[in-house]
């Protein structure tokens, strides 16, 4: 009796272990915490906001509405998942590691925790958190299933998995400058390539379960096509921001000083012409996400010293 009471513990533990590390799987966190803490503290910034307790919640609700975008993306996806070796590891459903049943009450407790979040930061948060959700679930829901619908599937990801991040971290604190907002367009803009760069990857596994995307329509060259005008009208809209001084004129001095570290070894493949920008452009994904981290980092830092903004 007693060695039954010593080994309960170990016995939970061992219960235990595998759902929990299914459930961590399905959260995919290392594929956007970066990118999300990034999104949300433009969005704080531009929005007049500083490092307090509004920006570590909205902070926490961002990171958790893109997680039940993800979570429930492969609650549905599943068995399409199935069809691909690769992706059958990945997704803990199809691998056998938990139930669809575990899938969806995660997500349905994600789901309240992120309005929960959202409602203590005022009503306009609340709404577009909420949008957010909405759009997250009409994404991949199999009834919509947005993600396989052409052009929806780019304006729902775009607004769902970052422009909606930016405005709830803006209307957090809603002290920016006129029309600073629209800046969510830019973060959109990034979105859409990212939604774009996974279609074409993807393309092969998801003709195969049924889906009919903007990729599939557009063909691989002119969704490359279509990535490079997505980021060359971010980076026009970055311009134009810059111009209005609506950021800081000295703010690309950081980018400019960082990225040649963070990129190095990415440059030195395409110098020595091992690697092409397009072919090989998910290796410069994380660089870039770290590059516009620091960015932001340093840009609320700054604005402590009052020598760099006298700059």
């Known amino acids: 009796m007693y060695s039954k009471i010593l080994n309960a513990p170990r016995v939970w533990y061992r219960w235990a272990r595998r759902p929990v590390k299914g459930l961590l799987q399905l959260t995919r966190y290392k594929e956007y915490v970066l990118f999300v803490t990034v999104t949300t503290l433009l969005g704080a910034k531009l929005g007049g906001g500083t490092f307090d307790l509004r920006l570590l919640i909205v902070l926490a609700a961002n990171i958790l509405v893109v997680g039940f975008a993800f979570m429930y993306n492969d609650v549905e996806d599943a068995p399409d998942d199935a069809l691909d070796a690769k992706k059958a590891r990945r997704n803990p459903i199809s691998a056998g590691i938990i139930s669809p049943r575990i899938g969806r009450v995660a997500c349905l407790i994600v789901s309240a925790l992120v309005l929960g979040l959202y409602a203590t930061l005022g009503g306009m948060t609340f709404l577009l958190g909420a949008l957010c959700l909405g759009l997250a679930f009409l994404y991949s829901w199999r009834v919509a299933r947005l993600k396989a619908v052409p052009v929806a599937d780019l304006l729902s990801h775009g607004l769902s998995l970052a422009g909606l991040q930016f405005l709830c971290a803006y209307f957090a604190f809603d002290q920016g400058k006129p029309y600073s907002w629209l800046f969510f367009l830019f973060v959109t ?46 980076v026009a809209l970055l311009a134009i921001f810059l111009a209005m001084e609506m950021i800081p004129r000295w703010l690309p001095i950081v980018p400019l000083v960082v990225a040649p570290m963070l990129f190095a070894e990415q440059l030195w493949n395409l110098i020595r012409r091992e690697a092409d920008v397009m072919d090989n452009r998910e290796d410069m994904h994380d660089p870039a996400i770290l590059v516009g981290l620091v960015t932001c980092v340093v840009w609320f830092v700054a604005d402590k010293m009052p020598y760099v903004r006298f700059f």
Do not use: F, P, Q
């Not at 390539?193 to 557009?218: F, S």
């Open 189 to 234: 803009l990034i979105s859409v390539y990212g939604e774009l760069n996974n279609e074409l990857r993807d393309i092969e596994v998801d003709r195969k379960a049924g889906i009919r995307h903007t990729a599939d329509l557009l063909g691989v060259r002119w969704t490359k096509a279509l990535m490079v005008a997505s980021l060359m009208c971010a």
